[in-house]
């Protein structure tokens, strides 16, 4: 059994917990949170039975794990410490806010021998297995993907309040919040990145909300990625080749996916499979099957994954 404790309050740890619950051997044991009234509500909220901290060390003793779902800002130097500690840390995205602390983090586990892995859920769908060995099959040559949601704090952007994720700090607009997820996906289907073209628009405190973005992979294929906090985009991601185009809504949970033939002319659907409402629940089974046989190969393959996107996304902000 693995104790796990969490660090936010927030949505997605809500849809964690639900998650866990769902996996045999995970224990929820602890909850930190800034404010204790906070973590008192969040845990009648969720129904938690769990030892309530205001204070990192305070946990160290009751968990095996930490799950870490704070502002992206803190990621990094909260990962560490509890590596450190010799505790395993399921992050979510971004891993870091540059690629070499995103090494650093991998270097850190490495040392004290536990695992480290960031919670980007499309690739661990199986979903996504249908999706890339049908990539594989029909050489593609471009693709479009489209990440554009209208973000809840858009009423404080309005009057130029800008916090969470449009501080400049703590979040970094959509730049790491959102283009991460079609850059990290396009990265895992086509490969590492050789040269990138990008524009935004900025807020008035410098942090982007919308991002256009043309990147060439080393085998030559080109990506085109449109992302945007301040808009709801409802146009499909594709995947081009000669004779098929791949199409899915939703980037983060891949639906719909579907191949057109022109041969043919006809869309065949992908996957029928209805699956788990809640996604986390694929990527955090991988989590718990890499520390049960501490498979540390698997580890640094995901982390390379990460770190390439991490790198191209400080290539975009250089190059905006």
Not at 97 to 111: I, N, P
Request: contains cysteine.
């Amino acid at each position: 059994m693995l104790r796990f404790g969490i660090i936010g309050t927030g949505n997605i740890a809500t849809e964690f917990i639900d998650a866990a619950r769902q996996i045999k051997d995970i224990e929820l044991s602890c909850l930190y949170s800034r404010s204790m009234e906070k973590a008192k509500i969040f845990s009648l909220k969720n129904n938690l039975q769990v030892r309530m901290t205001t204070t990192f060390e305070d946990m160290l003793d009751h968990i095996d794990a930490i799950y870490i779902a704070s502002p992206n800002g803190l990621h990094y130097q909260q990962a560490k410490y509890f590596l450190q500690q010799q505790k395993h840390v399921f992050l979510e995205k971004p891993l870091a806010f540059s690629a070499h602390e995103a090494r650093d983090l991998e270097q850190v586990a490495l040392v004290n021998n536990v695992i480290l892995m960031e919670a980007f859920k499309p690739i661990h769908l199986p979903e996504y297995e249908v999706l890339s060995e049908n990539v594989n099959k029909i050489k593609p040559f471009i693709a479009s993907f489209h990440w554009n949601k209208y973000s809840s704090r858009m009423k404080e952007v309005l009057i130029d309040e800008y916090h969470s994720v449009f501080d400049e700090n703590l979040g970094k607009g959509s730049l790491y919040d959102a283009l991460i997820y079609p850059m990290e996906l396009a990265i895992a289907l086509f490969g590492k990145v050789k040269e990138v073209k990008a524009m935004s628009h900025k807020l008035k405190n410098n942090v982007d909300i919308n991002n256009v973005v043309v990147m060439r992979h080393e085998n030559d294929i080109i990506t085109n990625i449109v992302c945007s906090k301040a808009a709801t985009g409802i146009s499909k991601s594709e995947i081009l080749s000669y004779d098929y185009t791949i199409t899915f809504d939703h980037l983060t949970m891949l639906s719909n996916l579907a191949i057109y033939d022109r041969f043919q002319d006809q869309t065949t659907q992908l996957f029928t499979e209805e699956g788990n409402k809640n996604k986390i629940v694929y990527e955090l089974k991988k989590f718990i099957n890499i520390i049960k046989v501490n498979n540390i190969n698997e580890m640094r393959r995901l982390l390379d994954l990460t770190i390439e996107a991490i790198r191209v996304l400080e290539l975009v902000n250089i190059n905006e």
